[in-house]
């Protein structure tokens, strides 16, 4: 299975920095990270050479309000050429904006990563793709090669405004989705800060993987475990939940 198991450091809580040593001790060698500042850039590169890890995804701002937003996104896209990954991982709010300028907006967007041979991600985030059906529908007005979906498996659940299942909601947009965040969900219902280690919750990983390889998806599936409300842990314990939720991931791809 071509589907690369990555982590987002922020899964580590207040950890973070703990992150890339304990990753490498096991064995995941691709990472997602929020966009590097300017003067990060060489250090970054000197960390992720030293841990052996691979960037497969960067988080980029989208004001998509703004007319100009395409331009803005010329430098995150030389980032993510110089770094080596091909996807920008993106949150898009329309904020009241009409929805024919916000598809043309994402279509420029496009255009300017195409150029560069690198592809939009749409996180499932209200309220163009908090749910299968509506991200869909934004994928169908884009009709861009180069936007698609990062579908993440437990925020069509936790943006839910009814009954919800997440295969379903995977299978409406599986023809978009570049990449996927690996995030399980705990909650009796939507709205519920519940996202525990994985295998805790109500996600069927392995059915998840399964449906992802039917379309010969080859994009990361990157751990974003962002805890559950009213916890504290420790640096061993969200190590471990780390570690735990590694093992459940790479059984759910065999």
């Known amino acids: 299975m071509a589907i690369r198991l990555a982590c987002n450091p922020a899964s580590y809580g207040p950890y973070a920095d703990a992150a890339f040593p304990h990753l490498q001790a096991l064995g995941v060698r691709y990472v997602e990270l929020p966009m590097p500042a300017?003067?990060?850039?060489?250090?970054?590169?000197?960390?992720?050479?030293?841990?052996?890890?691979?960037v497969t995804s960067l988080m980029a701002d989208c004001p998509i309000t703004e007319e100009e937003v395409a331009h803005r996104f010329h430098r995150p896209l030389h980032v993510a050429n110089r770094l080596g990954t091909g996807i920008l991982f993106v949150?898009?709010?329309?904020?009241?904006?009409?929805?024919?300028?916000?598809?043309?907006?994402?279509?420029?967007?496009?255009?300017?990563?195409?150029?560069?041979?690198?592809?939009?991600?749409?996180?499932?985030?209200?309220?163009?793709?908090?749910?299968?059906?509506?991200?869909?529908q934004t994928m169908e007005a884009v009709n861009h090669p180069s936007v698609g979906i990062n579908f993440d498996t437990a925020n069509v659940l936790y943006y839910a405004d009814g009954p919800s299942d997440t295969l379903e909601e995977l299978k409406l947009v599986l023809p978009w989705v570049v990449s996927v965040h690996l995030k399980d969900y705990s909650g009796t219902g939507p709205q519920q800060w519940a996202f525990p280690t994985l295998g805790q919750g109500s996600i069927d990983f392995p059915a998840a993987m399964r449906l992802l390889e039917s379309r010969d998806f080859d994009g990361p599936a990157t751990l974003e475990i962002e805890g559950v409300e009213g916890e504290s842990l420790t640096q061993a314990e969200t190590e471990e939940r780390v570690a735990e939720s590694v093992r459940v991931a790479r059984a759910a791809m065999e």
Not at 38 to 54: V, W
Not at 125 to 133: E, F, I, K, Q, T
């Open 38 to 54: 300017p003067d990060r850039l060489n250090a970054l590169e000197e960390d992720l050479e030293r841990y052996g890890l691979t």
């Open 91 to 136: 949150s898009v709010h329309s904020h009241g904006t009409p929805l024919d300028t916000v598809y043309r907006r994402l279509r420029e967007i496009g255009d300017v990563a195409a150029d560069h041979g690198v592809k939009i991600a749409l996180e499932t985030h209200p309220d163009l793709a908090n749910n299968g059906r509506v991200a869909r």
